[in-house]
């Protein structure tokens, strides 16, 4: 994918709460499996509220939104001693965290990128924070280390984005985020030395890095207003040029438009240098605008390729005087069109794939001669070949319930590359001959399992409008379900992202304890397309609940697991799902793990890059039909006093800047304050993470150790 579009990851009574009059230091501890009640933090409630088109609604924890005030911090500090209590009193976290460790503990590669004349890959050897960057002359020669990002910091909290060699392969710039912030800073290596030159570009957010021809600089994207804390919206993003040995504040102003701040702009050089490529995105809306510089001309003006946003455009690459990109325009499940720039009206667009009914398209690389084609047919990776001329395609065998990711190739290339993997299968790193359409393992992990002893099962769940949700259980095949089964269902739907097998040492962890793990592909997501995606946003999001809770239904009536023993888990607008299907049927599941969720719906958009997610949430305050599709399920505000809800818990960060706490501080304190009977309601929140993107192995391991911990207790295994 060569641009980046902005992340995801997205009438009534007011909310009703009341407050806690515990000390904020309280902790009260039980024994296992025990149901005793617990004395929650005290939080306060405040006399806030506000009027949406003539609806007033109470929002009595509006304090907890600043996120460094003396109160928020008493607040999180008393939260995590609860919480850290409570999971510390489970006899198997130290079980479960080195099994985790052993299963984490497998070298993995990423997948090369011919760049510069160079190969670059990434490795880990096993347990390292953060995965290693390697170069060599080519496949076969002998590796070394370029980049390692565990030097760039003591704890494992610096993290690499975007990277890219330049065209002469003298140079390596690469992003580094700091605490999983969104905010970067772009630096640029010496590959031969392997030291830093002094150029440094800060305050970088959702960037490529795109190098000029000839390797005097690249382009990259920014925002005019920085600001860390998340509170403050970003808009009228610039796509801006550094040059080599110059200071930013010189850097030339490439393309902006103030009179659209919510454009967003995302630079790509093609493979034959000759063009500077811009798209054009409008917040995380998949439809797209495509912009074009020539570099061979000085000073030439930009010009519109394809304008209008009518329809999602995603460059593939340039081949002679064609621009090749995938779209949905006259296609749900998308095609490949070529633009001929020397004649560039709609009316000459050349149709070279075909949109197929039965597979969505997903990605596409331009290597051999040939467009490699990636597809997904009810949620599994399907790969093929196709002339770029035009005609029919051959496709290329692949094995079981898995996922190809990763796809990369290019024109001068006579192969492609991409990760295969499924739920017990660790991702391995595929070679494709692209003329002979045959594949070979470049890369393949040793792991401390055998994938044989798992089985994936693809199921169909039918939705409360008969709408048919493919959902994946993945189990040892020793383990027989029935009621009495742990289970834990997964989903996201949004944002027209596509959830697919894909393979977690966590998820191997879980299983091993004689538990089910299940994926479901709900409305909202990229599988089925378009119209899917459209299906599941703004009037119509209810459909993703209802996919998901069908799937739960499902689960129960077949007899693969029961209510008690039924934990949901979904992350940022996974955590919405969550928080949406545990206050709308709190009796159906035994616990729910919402991760960094959107969760109070009305003031999203006042937050970072929240305005963003209208195209699949809308904004309350524009319209009365958004506040009201909205407030009717937004998880704050569903929550209700007296009901018992399943036990929860809550992950966040203390300053994520995508999906800002107050989400997970808020939906916690009135949960707490709500609750009826001892079901605990718990938040752990990492005080040196944010969204999730780079966060360190240790990091990842001890809170999944948390969550399995919480969930061993709650489900009572």
Known sequence: MFHVRLPHLLVASPLLVSSCSSSADAVARSAPGARAAIVYPHARTADVVDDYHGVKVADPYRWLEDPDSAETRAWVDAQNALTRAWIDAVPEREAIEARLKEL???????????????VVFTRNDGLQNQPVYWVAADLDAPPRVLLDPNSLSKDGTASIGSTRASPDGKSFAYEVSEGGSDWTTIRVRDVASGKDRDD????????NIAWRPDASGFYYSTFPEHDTTGNVKLVKQELRFHRLGTPQSTDELVFARPDEPEWGFSGYVTDDGALLVITVTQGTDPRTQVFAQDLARPGARVVELAAGFDAEFEVIEKVGTEL???????APTKRVIAIDLARPDRAHWRAVFSADPERTLERAVIAGGRLVALHMEDARSVLSVAPLEG??????????????????????????????SSFARAAEVLRLDVATRALSVWRRPKTAFDPADYVTEQLFATSKDETRVPLFVTRRKDVTP?????????????????????FSPAVLAWMDQGALYASAVLRGGGEYGRDWHAAGTQARKQNVFDDFIACAEYLIAKGWTSSPKLAIHGASNGGLLVGACMTQRP????????????????????FTIGWAWESDYGIAKKSRAAFDWLFAYSPLHAVRAGVRYPPTFVTTADHDDRVVPAHSYKFTAALQAAQAGPDPILIRIDVKAGHGAGKSTSMKIEEVADQWAFLRRALEL
């Open 587 to 606: 009796e159906l599941f035994g616990a729910a793990l919402p991760a960094v969720g959107v969760l109070d719906m009305l003031r999203y958009d006042q």
């Open 200 to 207: 440094r570009v800060e305050w970088v957010k959702f960037s």
């Open 482 to 502: 029935s009621s009495a089964t742990p289970c834990l269902l997964y989903g996201y739907g949004g944002f027209d992202v596509s959830i697919q097998p894909a």
């Open 104 to 118: 984490w503990d497998y070298e993995r590669f990423g997948v090369p990128a011919r760049e510069g004349g160079l």
């Open 391 to 420: 005609g029919a395609s051959a496709r290329v065998p692949l094995d079981g319930f898995g996922a190809a990711s990763g796809l990369s190739g290019s024109p001068h290339d006579a192969d492609a590359f991409f990760a295969w």
């Open 324 to 330: 090749f990109l995938k779209t949905d325009l006259d």
